[in-house]
């Protein structure tokens, strides 16, 4: 988070803290400071990712594949000059963080809101100031930049104290982020991504040093200067008063600055007339009005100390760093041996959430692009939840008997005050032979446990029927199948033209490379399609999530939007369909694929017809619904309804066939590549 306001301080009245410097000749000096070791700069991911989705379309759930393009880009500008990239992203959110977490997705609710109030308005994208990143852009990013030969670091704790110590014992060059707090750890040099200039490899680096002679502080003051304006550990809300006396007495009130500004210069002003000493906190903390726990200021401070740190105001033998509290947290899993691997595949960004099941039985999913007046189509929270529910049954071995631990979800939907988490029973899968065992998923070889690690996968999302069906075809397709079957089945209102629409997608997208998809042009968006973009694109964090827990019958590389999605294709392909367009013009006039357009569908239909689940035509031609429209089914819909159910044949071979080879342990199912960029963690 951060110290509301420092950043925009320290540029405005600071300018001598913010220097312009050229990233290459930083690299070089390392060089000849320290011959033995490359220059590095660790990344805050995090605070980098909306700086790097560069895309012109944001809103129609991701332009991957240009997404993609751009993180390569980045990576060769500093691989050019020699630098190597270490990049953290935050693997929890840290329960004193919760209300902020908070507050900001329900501050993001009433953001997308007015976003899709402009496109019903306005039929177009809005423009740059509303931009939101796309849904889970964080989650897809950490994947592509393995993808890319990146050293991917998942965080046990909050990624800026992680970041800020791999700076510090690594002599890294600097840290690249946008986080005021970089500006408090007594770590390396702090860059910005915001004014970074690729093409040039130069940005600006904020002193610390000079941010200190300017306020009147030293270094070892800046832990308790962020910790009386607000921070992590320290609410805001209980230092107004302090604030107010702090501005009274102050001598470098400016009439000229913003009040958060003044704030800044009379805390500053205070702080540097406490002397640097443990007593100095004790009474301070006794003093100002911290409500009923008086150790928020000490741990405040704390938090600031890294690895190997000493600090004046924290005596070394009351310390309780964050790593040794950490190690002390119980976990859910009692099983040392598969908790480890959970562990070691979450800090090397190889899972996708199976370690915060297993350690704290808590997860949260952020805000989607969805829109809060269709009510036709649920939260992917509420869609995925089934699936979601099955995946920790398999985690927390649900059928073993006993009671099964209840998981907590802190996910963002409409209707969802996130007053407190929502607590899930896990659910069995129905799977051929019974649920297999963590250790047989996990650690056990051979074709028959591959099958049951596929099995098991398909059963989560109720499709374990369709196995033979779903391994003839290439892995990214079938992964596409499991998500839009599922999706179908779950969804009473999707129809006959968005199904039409999402196989038109995956078969059309085959070899479109990044600029052409950029090169596509749009005449409008429509809402409906950006909600079920948004919801599509969560639905393969969902294949992720069961994927790591079953023991990774598909490569994770298989599952990503990349592979399978593109947001202005799918606007063109929905709309296309949904106008009612010749089956030429929706598969772009390619002939060769309207067998496979017609067996992939057929498939799916198939699938839910055993499901008792009829698919329903219901074009909504160029018009977009809203109001109170969109509350319930327009007539118009219901009086061109018909059902596409084709009789079903086993064409499936004939698209996209998978050549059948000895199955391999690697992440995946299917042939052996030595190009794979995921491979399970020595054991």
């Known amino acids: 988070m951060g110290i509301k306001g420092l950043q925009g301080f320290v540029a405005r009245v600071c300018p001598d803290a913010c220097r312009t410097v050229d990233l290459k000749e930083m690299a070089e000096k390392h060089r000849i400071d320290h011959p033995d070791f490359p220059p590095v700069i660790v990344v805050d991911a995090m605070s980098c990712v909306r700086y790097w989705y560069t895309p012109e379309f944001w809103v129609c759930a991701g332009q991957w594949r240009e997404y993609l393009a751009n993180l390569d880009d980045f990576i ?59 849904s889970a852009l ?137 002397p640097c000493s443990y007593s100095s906190l004790k009474q301070l903390e006794e003093t100002l009005p911290l409500g009923s726990d008086k150790t928020l200021l000490y741990r405040g401070v704390e938090s600031y100390l890294l690895p190997g740190q000493q600090s004046p105001w924290i005596p070394s033998t009351l310390r309780n760093s964050q790593v040794v509290s950490l190690q002390q947290q119980t976990t859910l899993c009692q099983d040392q041996e598969i908790f480890q691997l959970a562990k070691e595949q979450h800090i090397q960004s190889e899972n996708y959430t199976i370690f915060n099941i297993l350690s704290s039985g808590e997860i949260e999913c952020s805000n989607s692009l969805e829109d809060d007046r269709d009510t036709e189509i649920p939260g992917q929270a509420l ?40 607590l899930i029973q896990p659910v069995q899968p129905s799977v051929p032979g019974g649920t297999p065992n ?16 596929y099995s098991t996968f398909l059963a989560c999302f109720h499709l374990q029927d369709g196995m033979e069906e779903l391994q003839a075809l290439e892995a990214p397709v079938a992964g596409f199948c499991c998500l839009l079957a ?37 005449e409008q968006v429509d809402p409906r399609a950006v909600h079920l973009g948004a919801v599509f694109v969560r639905g393969l964090t969902t294949l992720l999530m069961a994927n790591s827990a079953c023991g990774f019958p598909f490569r994770m590389d298989d599952l990503m939007p990349w592979k399978v999605f593109d947001g202005k294709l799918f606007q063109e392909k929905y709309q296309q369909s949904h106008r009612g367009c ?36 219901r074009p909504r031609g160029n018009g977009f619904i809203t109001g109170t429209q969109q509350r319930q089914f327009n007539p118009r819909f219901q009086q061109t309804r018909r059902s596409f159910v084709p009789p079903y044949h086993n064409q499936m071979r004939g698209f996209l066939w998978r050549n059948p080879q000895p199955q391999g342990r690697e992440y995946g199912l299917g042939h052996q590549d030595r190009r794979r960029r995921f491979h399970l963690p020595p054991r």
Request: with cysteine; hydrophobic share 40%.
């Open 438 to 453: 963590l250790k047989t998923l996990w650690f056990a070889k051979g074709p028959d446990v591959e099958k049951q690690r």
């Open 138 to 274: 964080p989650t897809f990013t950490r994947f592509a930049l393995k993808s890319l030969g990146q050293k991917t670091v998942c965080t046990l704790i909050e990624a800026d104290f992680e970041v800020a110590a791999y700076g510090l014992q690594h002599n890294c060059i600097g840290i690249l982020g946008q986080d005021s707090d970089y500006l408090i750890y007594n770590t390396c040099p702090y860059f910005s991504i915001e004014k970074l200039r690729l093409d040039r490899l130069v940005t600006v680096m904020y002193s610390r040093e000079d941010l200190c002679r300017t306020l009147g502080l030293s270094l070892l003051h800046l832990p308790l200067f962020a910790c009386l304006l607000g921070n992590d550990v320290v609410p805001e809300s209980l230092l107004e008063d302090f604030w107010h006396k702090c501005l009274v007495t102050s001598p470098h009130k400016n009439n000229s600055y913003s009040r958060r500004a003044n704030i800044l210069l009379a805390v500053a002003n205070y702080v540097s007339k406490v």
């Open 383 to 422: 869609i995925y939840r089934p699936a979601r529910q099955h995946i920790y049954s398999v985690l927390l071995e649900s059928g073993k008997g006993g009671a099964c631990p209840l998981v907590k979800e802190w996910f963002v939907y409409f209707g969802n005050p996130l007053q407190r988490p929502e």
């Open 582 to 617: 010749p089956l030429e013009e929706l598969l772009e006039g390619n002939e060769s694929l309207y067998a496979p357009f017609h067996n992939l569908k057929s498939f799916i239909c198939k699938v839910c017809t055993a499901k008792k689940r009829t698919i329903q035509s």
């Open 76 to 134: 060769k500008a500093f691989m050019a000059a020699g630098i190597e990239l270490v990049f953290y992203f935050d693997g929890v959110v840290e329960e004193k963080k919760r209300d902020e977490w908070i507050k900001r997705r329900l501050q993001n609710n009433k953001e997308i809101a007015r976003i899709f109030q402009f496109i019903k308005t306005h039929r177009r994208q809005p423009g740059r100031e509303m931009f939101t990143i796309p």
């Open 486 to 522: 599922y999706l179908m089945m779950q969804v009473s209102s999707l129809s006959l033209e968005d199904l039409n629409a999402f196989v038109a997608l995956i078969l059309c997208l085959k070899g479109k490379s990044a600029a052409q998809l950029a090169g596509l042009q749009l």
